[in-house]
């Protein structure tokens, strides 16, 4: 009698779970939908909860469009190199700040964070005149360069390899390694699940980017997908919702691949931070 009064306990947990993952789960599946159907349909009610035979049709036009091919190029290699650079800026940054003694560390430590608190629009114009000045106006320089320090990600760097057992790098350094070698040899394999964790935030943030693209960025065949996107929208009898749903559900595939490659890693960096200290 006790065992099933438990399980009649746990009964409305469990229609309340599944009622949050339904509430979660339901827009994906509308989208999914969505992208499948003519625009006349999206908006029917009842809405249609099969799928349609209109896709193909939906991302011709995104392409012809905007150049769909070509501005997840742009997207893919913005992202990419971003994160990659951004990764390394954070590591070395992070390994000097937790590992190094050298006189203003604490005063160059606590302006950094200072920087958490300004706001991105804050920094548009003063960035806009520097890219300008230095004529990378419309480039992927103008992208990419102010987002490889990144506040954020030096700070949680240097606080996990604070945690890092000072023993293990003497123990490398008197076997003779550099310094870069014991980076490479030694905090890297560590701290693997850390900077997986952080590749997946830094490479959303640098995906799903919109303003700065939008403010940098001239020619058409520069733009990145949330940019190229955003060009769709017209008055109601002209935006093609079709093309703007099928590009919004392309925008999520690139971030779904990575977290599933990423997955493991990701849970363990974030079960390292939570139980740290």
Known sequence: MPTTLRKLRGWPLTFLLAGLTGLSVGPFYWLVIAITRKDTEIFDWPPKL???????????????????L???GNSLL?????TVGALVVALLAGYAFAKFRFRGRSLLFGLLLSTLVVPEQVML?????????FGLLDTYQALILPGLCVPFAIFLMRQSLAGLPDELLDAARVDGAGEFRVLWSVVVPVMRPVLAALAIFLFLGSWNQFVWPLVALRSPGM?????AIATLYGNKSTTDYGAILSGT???????MVLFLVLQRQFISGLLAGATKG
């Open 50 to 68: 099969l799928l349609g035979g209109h896709l193909g049709d939906n991302l011709d036009r995104l392409q012809r469009r905007i150049g769909l």
């Open 70 to 72: 070509r501005v997840i």
């Open 78 to 82: 913005v992202a990419g190199v971003q």
């Open 125 to 133: 114009v003063p960035l806009f005149k520097m890219m300008m000045s």
């Open 223 to 227: 733009h990145t997908l949330p940019v």
């Open 249 to 255: 559900a392309l925008s999520t595939l690139p971030m």
